[in-house]
């Protein structure tokens, strides 16, 4: 029997106490996250910037790059699915792409969902598969394919797209390279080069999946994925220097008094404050 490690993909189950919180340290996921609140109610936060309070029987969905912070306000126990593009079927694809495509003017919005029947059945017997130590590998695949499977039976077609919008697009194999890999690259060449793609020819699906350039787009996620960092109490500014490969103190000095009009300590200050300056135009 093939048993899954924590490390890969798959669900898992946890709890937490009262007034306990737990983050990504400002450092982006790897894998698509999908967190059900079994007991209790919590206050989770995304990319620094967007927070909703989640209570017992409901849901929320956090993306692939993206950070989260969690803090328990009453003790929770939560199930939660990770999983990457590689490994969704064709029919989930065929929704993060038509359903797209087919339902407009629905405002994205991080939020939670109520866990309608029978998905509650769902979660409560794969909690007891989980407790009983049953870790296959090729059990957590089934469970998947299952879930969304159910996903699309019981909820809207606008109730989705909401949900999933951050990882739905036209070309969704596209945009997951994109968004898997838009905290390494450092250019529109290398992100060319990547997706096996000309410059022109990533510059047009660029623009037609993201509406904007490749170089544009990059820069607003590294601005936004500094002030996320920032707003961790345990990042200290030389981190961000190490994380973004600035050569000296200096020049990430002038690339924050660019882009967002301020020295660096100024920057922490605001963003600490829970007032971050916003980029500059």
């Given at each position: 029997m093939n048993y899954k490690t924590d490390s890969e993909t798959g669900f898992s189950t946890g709890s937490a106490l009262r007034g306990e919180c737990f983050d990504t340290d400002g450092h982006p996921l790897d894998t698509n996250r999908l967190i059900f609140i079994l007991q209790g109610s919590a206050s989770i936060t995304r990319d620094g910037e967007e927070t909703v309070f989640v209570d017992e029987g409901q849901f929320v969905f956090i993306p692939v790059s993206s950070s989260y912070t969690c803090e328990v306000i009453r003790q929770v126990r939560y199930l939660c699915l990770s999983f990457t593009h590689d490994h969704i079927s064709f029919c989930d694809k065929y929704m993060l792409e038509n359903y797209f495509k087919e339902v407009k003017d629905v405002e994205p919005g991080f939020?939670?969902?109520?866990?309608?029947?029978?998905?509650?059945?769902?979660?409560?017997?794969?909690?007891?598969?989980?407790?009983?130590?049953?870790?296959?590998?090729?059990?957590?695949?089934?469970?998947?394919?299952?879930?969304?499977?159910?996903?699309?039976?019981?909820?809207?077609?606008?109730?989705?797209?909401?949900?999933?919008?951050?990882?739905?697009?036209?070309?969704?194999?596209?945009?997951?390279?994109?968004?898997?890999?838009?905290?390494?690259?450092?250019?529109?060449?290398?992100?060319a080069r990547l997706t096996g793609m000309s410059v022109s020819d990533l510059a047009r699906k660029f623009r037609a999946e993201f509406g904007e350039s490749p170089y544009s787009w990059l820069l607003k996620q590294k601005n936004r994925r500094i002030l996320t960092m920032l707003s961790f109490p345990t990042v200290r500014i030389k981190d961000i220097i190490n994380e973004f490969n600035f050569s000296t103190p200096a020049s990430f000095n002038r690339y924050c008094k660019v882009h967002f009009g301020c020295a660096p300590r100024e920057l922490l200050r605001y963003v600490r404050e829970n007032a971050a300056r916003p980029e500059k135009e």
């Open positions: 939020g939670p969902l109520a866990v309608r029947p029978p998905i509650d059945l769902f979660l409560s017997l794969l909690q007891v598969y989980l407790s009983s130590g049953v870790n296959c590998v090729h059990l957590h695949e089934i469970k998947e394919k299952e879930l969304f499977i159910l996903l699309r039976a019981v909820y809207t077609r606008e109730e989705l797209v909401r949900l999933f919008y951050p990882i739905m697009g036209y070309r969704v194999d596209f945009k997951s390279i994109v968004l898997k890999n838009k905290d390494t690259v450092t250019s529109r060449d290398e992100l």
